[in-house]
Every structure is written in C-alpha cells, then in structure tokens.
C-alpha cells in the first residue's frame, strides 16, 4: 500500500481533546489500539513517521522473523498464508496496514509529539509541531528501536570507509565489493553477514557470546517448544526471567555454522581502530573497506517531562505502568516477559494496559467525595492488585 493510503486513512480533522493518546503506529501501538476501539474510547494514535510500522521500513529487505505466521498475529486478525511458514519484512508492513484498516483505527501520520507533561487541569499535554493535543491518558507504543547506537570509534575509521548502521542498511549491493567487517553479535550482526557472505568477503565481531538456539528442534519450530513449555509466559519476576532477561538468544545461529556454511569469519570485541585498521580484543588486527555496525539501539525518552525515571535514567514502571497515574508504556523489551517485544505476544501486556485504562478512567466518571488525587491513587492501586 502506498504512503498515499495511509495518509487517506487519516481522520478528516485532527483530534485535540482525547480520551487516550497512543504515541506510535507500530505494532504496538495497533495492538492497544484494538482493546481502545473495542472500549468505544476516544483516542488517537500518533506517529511521526509519514507511514505506518516505520521500525519495519528500516529493516533490510531479506529480514524474515523468526516466528511462524501462526505466532505472527495481532489480536483480532490472523496473520495470512501458511501458518507453518516465517513472514518476510514486507509481508509484515502489509499485514499492519491491513490491521489498520481493518480496525479503522485513528492514526495520524506526521504528528511527532516534541513534548510530553501534565497539563494545570491534571491533564496530559503532548505538543506537537504546530498543535498541541490534551488526553486523559497517554501510552507510549515507541518500542525498542529507538535510537540507533554507533560507538564513539565510528570517528577514528577513515572518511573513505563504508559504514552504517544496521537500520540504514537495505541489500549486499549497496556495500562495496570488498572485505566487510559486520559488528555486532547478536541476530541482526548473524542475519546480515550471513547475506552479505554470498557476495563479499565477510568478518563478524561478536563482543558478547550468546546462547545459539536451533530455529527447529525435532520437526516443530523453536517458539511450538517455548510455547508449549510456557517459557514465553515467564514473567521478569520470576527465577528464569531474571536469568533469560540478562541475556540475549541466536535463534537459528552460530559461530560454528557462520564459519562452516557461509565462511564468515569471527572475531572477538573491536577495542580500536585506526584509518582503515580495526584491532580486536585478542590482539589481532583487520584492514577493512566497509563496517556495518550491528550496534543495536537506545532509548530516547528527551521529550518526555515527567518524573518516571531513575536516578540512571532508566524507566520505572511495573508491567509498562508507571507511577504516573493515567501514563503506560507497551512494547518494551521484557517488559514482562520474553514475548513483550513481539508481534505475537504484545496483546498480553496490551490487554492488561487496556484494563488499566478502562479502570483509571471509570474512576475519574465515578461520583466520589475524593479528591481527583486521591481518585487516581485508588485506580493505580486497584490496577496494582490485579498484576
């Protein structure tokens, strides 16, 4: 579907008073999106990009997920063909802008919210480039890919080398012809030099070793296991979500098959690098034409002017509620469990934030001698109760 589409699919007049707003057209934000329509809210999901699923648009264009289609779906719509079969990055962009549609959800496109604060009325306030929106509530669907990290040793390569990082890059074609150093060892870095290896003569930099995991195991994928063994159901709270959520899982992966089938070799930790020589943590050294920084991303939550932060400033909150009465957050990497960050399995946290939701804002209609502050403690903690 064309940007043209999406921008139709757009409300005839902005809404500025709103019951809810979502911040972010991605799957996340069309998740909650579907428990908001099915409560008959008045909401609006804002997105800065120009279309929907924008983090799925900067995806390379071979990326396949690693979840069969039948674990790929939304709630409300299956997510079509075999369900036995691993949807492509395209595949994944047509699917959300059906969802959109589908749901006629209220997304308005090139809307960046610039700020995000309590308003005098208690209120939120989300300004935007030229308008300024007031909602009861606020969820930030903004997701992990946020900001696209590259180590300060990005500045000592020479100005004549390749890079970018792994959000900017699209196909092997785009890299020169020459010896490519892909930094990063976790899916993305494999993924990428694994494709690059057909054409280009490829090292892998892998700082931190990562448990490899078939993609099948005894005819049935992977997530059939983890479903049927409730891994994916263990909660960050629980004895193996502390232990799984510290580290991260080559799914379909490793260092010994990179090297055997695709001839890739692998390298331990950049520590320097000099002109058009990196060095490694071992000691050894590589000239390089081009480096793909598989970095991965970081948060940016600059526009957000609420005390919802840690001294580090990290994210407080418990299962994406924060101690913000009335403010969420869905789609984080464990945010509760292992599937919080998946297409599959976001409706679980999105249909306990939309309860939330529904309870903070039945307690703002509901007659009481309350204070309006003593009203949205009572909803947080009856929210608290049901985790």
Do not use: C
């Amino acid at each position: 579907m064309s940007g043209a589409t999406a921008e139709a699919r757009q409300p005839a007049q902005a809404i500025d008073d709103v019951e809810v707003a979502v911040i972010g057209a991605g799957q996340a934000g069309l998740a909650i999106g579907y428990f908001l329509r099915g409560q008959g809210r008045r909401f609006v999901i804002l997105d800065r990009a120009g279309e929907i699923a924008s983090a799925w648009r900067e995806r390379w264009d071979s990326l396949t997920l690693f979840t069969p289609r039948r674990y790929s779906a939304l709630p409300g719509l299956p997510f079509p063909g075999d369900p036995d079969g691993y949807p492509t990055r395209a595949e994944v962009i047509v699917y959300l802008e059906r969802y959109a549609e589908t749901f006629e959800l209220p997304i308005e496109l090139n809307s960046e919210v610039k700020k995000l604060e309590r308003s005098h009325d208690g209120r939120f306030s989300l300004e935007l480039e030229k308008r300024t929106i007031t909602a009861d509530q606020v969820l930030v669907a903004t997701g992990p890919f946020q900001t696209p990290y590259v180590p300060k040793l990005v500045e000592k390569l020479a100005g004549d080398v390749f890079q970018t990082h792994a959000v900017g890059y699209r196909r092997p074609d785009q890299v020169p012809e020459s010896r490519v150093l892909v930094i990063g060892g976790g899916n993305t870095g494999f993924q990428i030099a694994k494709e690059l290896s057909a054409t280009h003569k490829v090292v892998l930099s892998v700082g931190a070793r990562q448990k490899p995991l078939p993609q099948r195991v005894l005819g049935r994928d992977l997530f059939w296991w983890l479903t049927k063994a409730r891994i994916l159901n263990k909660t960050v709270d629980s004895r193996l979500g502390r232990k799984l959520s510290t580290r991260d899982t080559l799914i379909g992966s490793s260092p010994r098959g990179l090297r055997k089938r695709y001839g890739v070799e692998v390298k331990p930790r950049v520590v320097d690098a000099e002109r058009r020589t990196v060095r490694f943590e071992d000691g050894s050294e590589l000239e390089v034409d081009a480096v793909i920084w598989a970095t991965g991303y970081r948060p940016d939550y600059s526009w957000i002017k609420l005390a919802i932060f840690d001294e580090d400033r990290r994210l407080r909150h418990r299962r994406g509620v924060t101690d913000v009465p009335g403010l969420y957050f869905l789609g984080l990497t464990w945010q509760y469990t292992r599937g919080s960050a998946l297409i599959g399995w976001v409706k679980d946290d999105a249909r306990h934030i939309a309860e939330r939701i529904a309870d903070y804002q039945e307690s703002k209609a509901r007659p009481s001698v309350e204070t309006p502050a003593g009203a949205e403690a009572h909803a947080e903690t009856r929210s608290t109760e049901r985790m």
